[in-house]
């Protein structure tokens, strides 16, 4: 049975976040063996929530959920550009 579209994304996001940072690099700041992290993307456990925490925040990616209940994941810049977007809105600094 394939995994749900959205761990495909999910877990596509981590990958492209850790290529882009390096695996030994990333490893290294949450505590870990780079194979643990390979581990864990194989679904062979690997990592504690803990470290996916510490994951989540080396990567700075935070998950958010959206009013219809669906979960999406988008790195905390974007999330604080949105606000900042939707304040202005309301406070009517938009035109």
């Known amino acids: 049975m394939n995994p749900p579209s959205s761990d495909i994304k999910i877990q596509s996001l981590f990958l492209r976040a850790i290529a882009h940072k390096g695996q030994r690099k990333t490893a290294e700041e949450i505590g870990v063996h780079e194979s643990a992290l390979s ?18 925040a080396a990567l700075d990616i935070q998950p958010e959920y959206l009013g219809d209940g669906e979960v999406t994941t988008i790195k905390a810049d974007v999330l604080v550009s949105l606000k ?4 202005a809105a309301m406070d009517g600094e938009l035109s």
């Open 39 to 56: 581990r864990w993307f194989a679904g062979d456990g690997g990592l504690k929530f803990e470290q996916v925490c510490r994951l989540m």
């Open 84 to 87: 900042r977007l939707v304040k």
